[in-house]
């Protein structure tokens, strides 16, 4: 599969280049076609390289059962009575020991999903196409039909939303509405459609003081917003679950900037130091920022903050760096363009290459253990093309077709 979603890569690539230099647009009509078609196949692939899934389900039946998934862990159930079919979900689940770690965004999309038809995962599936062609329906408004191929042929969305069904999705939907309420001056909806997109991962609250900085408006509809979704959960747990703060202990995956550090140190001090040069640096930034926004109250045009840097640098600085995070930085890269996010959005799913998928001349490998010269290519195509991007020619070819 990763082999064909590379081919399907390269091959959306070459006809990007080629539009680019016979300086073409391409058909509309052309685009959503295969679009659809992407999204069809994916529609009949059962969930593959991933079993998260298998968790939202669960969660959403826990909430109809018990009003709320959290605070319990899977393995609690073992041995009592069930379904069947909730009996192979459970069975199913991968670190059954940790409680949830999702947001209470993502519990109302699971909890919804148990609504319409009870362990299924044809009700996953139809919430995230209802995102991803809402985002599809945005975009044509917003961008060019080559940008738009770009998200809508990517192989990443394919795999990791329309196959593995993961809510991420939804957290860049309402990320959208939230740029274009900033860019109007709607601040109420932009504070609640960033609580929402909050509610999805808490990897929005990187971009939150950017855009709200002494907007009050925008502040309080995001609290009354994160109130709401989370009340009936109960707010300290649906916004600080029990299974994120064990997943954020001892857990490392795909990064590299860990796996240097800890030849020479720990996985602690490494993750002190990381996580402290994210904050002096997106604290420098958000300085500047501030007094670039302070200076420019009177300007009509609210500009976008350079939120693929933040959730790029917050994704290098973390411990576990799952290729569907990438999602993040889209909205972004849609309204600035940068030819390494999108290099990055193909790259990444390299990531899949682990102890658990190789084969045997692998065997030395944990399960979620990546060789080396996975680490070197994924990130090294990523810097190539970012350092690329700062090439004056370069630079301009690409933003001549954006």
Same mark, same amino acid.
């Given at each position: 599969m990763l082999t064909t979603s590379l081919v399907c890569a390269m091959a959306s690539a070459f006809l990007w280049c080629f539009c680019k230099r016979k300086q073409l647009t391409l058909n509309l009509p052309l685009v959503l076609a295969f679009a659809g078609l992407f999204r069809a196949i994916g529609w009949s692939t059962f969930p593959v390289l991933e079993d998260d899934f298998y968790r939202f389900l669960w969660d959403g039946y826990r909430t109809a059962e018990d009003g709320t998934p959290y605070g319990i862990p899977p393995s609690v159930y073992f041995g009592t009575e069930l379904s069947?079919?909730?009996?192979? !979900? +459970?069975?199913?689940?991968?670190?059954?020991? $940790? &409680?949830?770690?999702?947001?209470?965004? &993502?519990?109302?999309?699971?909890?919804?999903?148990? #609504?319409?038809?009870?362990?299924? !995962? *044809?009700?996953?599936?139809?919430l995230i196409l209802i995102a991803d062609i809402t985002i599809i329906l945005l975009l044509i408004r917003k961008t060019s039909t080559l940008v738009l191929m770009l998200y809508a042929w990517n192989p990443l969305i394919i795999k990791e939303f329309a196959i593995s069904l993961h809510p991420d999705i939804w957290g860049v939907f309402f990320m959208l509405l939230a740029l274009?309420?900033?860019?109007?001056?709607?601040?109420?909806? %932009?504070?609640?459609?960033?609580?929402?997109?909050?509610? !999805?991962? %808490?990897? /929005?609250? $990187?971009?939150?003081?950017?855009?709200?900085?002494?907007? *009050?408006?925008? *502040? /309080?509809?995001?609290? !009354?917003? &994160? $109130?709401?979704?989370?009340?009936?959960?109960? /707010?300290?747990? /649906? *916004? %600080?679950?029990?299974? #994120?703060?064990?997943?954020?202990?001892?857990? +490392?995956?795909? &990064?590299?900037?860990?796996e240097l550090l800890i030849r020479a140190t720990t996985l602690d001090i490494a993750k002190t130091v990381l996580m402290g040069a994210f904050i002096l640096i997106g604290g420098a930034y958000g300085l500047y920022w501030a007094f670039q926004q302070w200076s420019s109250l009177e300007q009509k045009s609210r500009p976008i903050p350079r939120g693929d840097l933040l959730f790029a640098l917050l994704f290098l600085c973390i411990p576990a760096f799952n290729p569907w995070y990438a999602i993040w930085l889209i909205p972004f890269a849609l309204y600035r363009p940068s030819l390494w996010v999108w290099v990055g959005s193909v790259t990444l799913l390299l990531s899949y290459t682990t102890g658990i998928n190789l084969g045997a001349e692998y065997a030395y490998l944990e399960d979620y253990q990546h060789p080396t010269w996975i680490l070197v290519t994924q990130f090294g195509l990523i810097l190539a093309a970012f350092l690329m991007s700062r090439s004056p020619l370069l630079s301009r070819l690409w933003r001549a077709g954006t």
């Open positions: 069947e079919r909730f009996e192979l !979900i +459970l069975d199913s689940i991968n670190y059954p020991d $940790v &409680a949830t770690i999702y947001g209470p965004t &993502a519990q109302w999309l699971f909890y919804f999903s148990y #609504l319409m038809d009870p362990g299924e !995962i *044809w009700p996953l599936r139809l274009n309420a900033y860019q109007n001056r709607k601040d109420y909806t %932009l504070g609640s459609m960033l609580a929402l997109a909050t509610g !999805i991962k %808490l990897f /929005a609250l $990187v971009i939150l003081p950017f855009l709200i900085l002494w907007r *009050w408006k925008a *502040w /309080a509809s995001f609290l !009354i917003t &994160a $109130v709401l979704i989370a009340l009936p959960f109960g /707010a300290t747990n /649906a *916004w %600080l679950p029990d299974g #994120l703060s064990a997943m954020s202990h001892g857990w +490392l995956f795909n &990064a590299p900037l860990y």
